[in-house]
């Protein structure tokens, strides 16, 4: 690692892990323009944005992630795709003593048992209190992505656990926004508005916190350049239920009219929620960071995803 005060030195070593898309690509880009050198590692799906160096190893191999590094050190390590805590292990492995900052993405999911209607801190899941089970099958895809939020759960569990090791954890709640979300889901309530089909919600449709793709972005590069540890919320201020991002949607389909179903059992629409999912962000306002207002950016998030009239 670069030593701090070497007049030589003006630009900082960040590795990314993952990102080759979605909030992940406005990252680098931004932690290029602001002069850093950026080295992304991934399985060589895809190549990083211009001016990133770029390694080839799956993550998942250790020994592959070791080798592909070779002797580089970082200032920080930002790893968009740790979704275990087997892979969380791994990085720590082979991480230590490489970086003096690791920023792991993880997620407003792992508070999925906070059932409250009142914004969760923090401190409402301490990850040194949280079990690991590394015997779980978390090498199977599908376990994997019905275990999303137990597995960042574990993976905060294992960054957490001593020794000492330079992590915070960003739970990001969720992401709206971009010409290219590929999530589907303001498209969902599209496709449906358009049709004159329902809209499929519980009973009870719990709000949550959102973020907007360039603000996630902003938040990851300044989180970058701190030096608090441990978890963080990442959420603009205000709350929205399914109603609010219907309402935006609609507004940008002339005759659109907005039907719900309720739903007592079974499968319901994206971003509408049986339980509460919102987020208490003033640690990282108290840090020094500035959100914006969710019912502000909402509407340009569904110009930028949706276009003018169009679902795609």
Request: hydrophobic share 40%; aromatic share 8%.
């Amino acid at each position: 690692m670069p030593e701090e005060g070497d007049a030589a030195v003006t630009a900082r070593e960040i590795l990314v892990i993952g990102g080759n898309r979605y909030f992940g690509k406005r990252l680098i880009e931004r932690l290029l323009a602001a002069g850093d050198r950026v080295t992304v590692l991934n399985r060589g799906s895809a190549p990083p944005p211009p001016g990133a160096a770029h390694l080839v190893a799956d993550r998942d191999d250790e020994a592959a992630l070791r080798a592909a590094l070779g002797p580089r050190t970082f200032d920080a390590v930002v790893d968009q795709v740790c979704y275990t805590p087997r892979q969380a292990a791994a990085a720590r492995r082979v991480l230590t003593g490489r970086t003096r900052r690791y920023v792991m993405t993880s997620t407003v999911e792992v508070y999925e048992y906070e059932d409250t209607l009142g914004l969760v801190r923090e401190s409402d899941l301490d990850p040194r209190t949280v079990r690991m089970d590394h015997e779980l099958p978390w090498d199977e895809p599908g376990f994997r992505e019905s275990a999303y939020g137990e597995g960042k759960r574990q993976a905060e569990a294992v960054l957490a656990a001593g020794p000492a090791f330079p992590y915070t954890a960003v739970r990001v709640a969720h992401v709206l926004g971009g010409a290219d979300d590929f999530t589907g889901r303001l498209a969902h309530y599209a496709d449906r508005i358009r049709a004159g089909e329902p809209i499929a919600v519980p009973a009870e449709n719990r709000p949550a916190t959102y973020i907007h793709v360039e603000e996630i972005a902003d938040f990851l590069q300044w989180t970058v350049g701190q030096d608090f540890t441990g978890p963080v919320n990442a959420a603009s201020h205000g709350t929205l239920v399914t109603a609010d991002l219907c309402a935006a949607v609609a507004a940008r389909l002339p005759g659109g009219e907005v039907r719900y179903q309720e739903v007592e059992v079974g499968e319901i629409s994206p971003l509408s929620f049986r339980r509460a999912y919102g987020m208490d962000n003033s640690r990282a306002t108290e840090l020094g960071y500035r959100f914006g207002n969710a019912r502000q950016w909402l509407p340009r998030a569904v110009a930028e995803t949706l276009g003018t009239g169009r679902s795609t």
